[in-house]
């Protein structure tokens, strides 16, 4: 029996969720916000407003699925009784925040058995490949980057799997659960919910922590019968596009943070707005050679 793949040497912090969450160092949550929603609105979620709310259900179902691929259910997760059905009740609010005070996450019975049928298909799926390879499940990671203009941001990311690779690098395996895995499905869920800059703000980190190089492949499972699973990983040259757009974010976050102005687009300066309309008659470029 051959022994254990271990090349890559990763410096990394092993923290619950709770403590990674509350470290202030930069995300790529954030960078998404900022892309996605504007500066007044990562401002306000980075303020922790009332009215931001952070928690979602896909949140909780996804950190289940998590925990059943890597053995932490019975630490990290509480199922609610039977009798709880819904997750919108105010019985199961006051369950899920008694589970919030002692470090775990309450789902419903429903969820969990949808959760738990998630996580048996991809384990099964994932087995053979991480087998005989050094893995680190939900290693914290810290590093700083430095900006075009020579501000220090401090970052952090919390990949969901990293393998070794064999040649001192590794591979980084992130969980999605999605409605669909079709491949247009896919595509729709990737650009909506910024998983295309996710990827070279977690590439940046597993570099900085000692990776001699990452390869990045998302693994969708669906949520619903038959739970199948797809493995996908971006366009060489949408993957360079997604690292220059996260660097643009990355140095806007560092002004803004710096300047304290979370100021958006003004009625002087609007943002121009692109839509790649092509109804009518388009126009023609004259070529001068």
């Known amino acids: 029996m051959s022994g254990l793949i271990t090349t ?11 403590d ?15 892309d996605a929603e504007g500066p007044e609105y990562t401002a306000a979620t980075l303020s922790g407003e009332p009215a931001i709310d952070n928690e979602s259900r896909a949140l909780a179902f996804g950190s289940t699925v998590h925990a059943i691929i890597d053995g ?11 009798s709880y059905r819904t997750a919108d009740s105010q019985k199961f609010a006051a369950f899920a925040a008694d589970a919030a005070e002692a470090g775990r996450i309450a789902i419903t019975d429903d969820e969990y058995r949808a959760a738990s049928s998630c996580g048996q298909s991809l384990a099964f799926r994932l087995a053979a490949y991480m087998a005989g390879r050094q893995r680190w499940r939900e290693p914290s990671l810290f590093w700083t980057e430095t900006t075009d203009s020579g501000l220090i941001v401090p970052c952090k990311c919390r990949p969901d799997i990293l393998l070794d690779d064999g040649s001192g690098g590794a591979i980084y395996i992130e ?10 499905a896919i ?13 070279p703000h977690y590439e940046a980190g597993i570099l900085a922590s000692g990776a001699k190089s990452v390869r990045t492949i998302f693994a969708f499972v669906r949520k619903s019968p038959p739970y199948d699973c797809r493995f996908v990983e971006l366009d060489f040259s949408d993957a360079e596009s997604a690292r220059y757009r996260w660097r643009q974010l990355v140095n806007e976050y560092a002004t803004r943070t710096q300047n304290n102005d979370w100021q958006s687009d003004s009625i002087r300066d609007p943002t121009v707005l692109t839509m790649g309309l092509t109804y009518g008659p388009q126009l023609e470029v004259e070529d001068d050679g």
């Open 20 to 34: 990674y969450l509350a470290r202030p160092e930069l995300g790529s949550t954030t960078l998404k916000t900022l």
């Open 72 to 82: 932490s259910f019975a630490s990290t997760i509480v199922v609610a009784p039977d």
């Open 175 to 184: 969980i999605k659960t999605a409605r669909s895995v079709a491949t247009r």
């Open 8 to 18: 890559c040497k990763l410096r990394h912090e092993r923290l619950s969720h709770r």
């Open 187 to 199: 595509r729709s869920d990737c650009f909506r919910y910024g998983y295309y800059l996710q990827q």
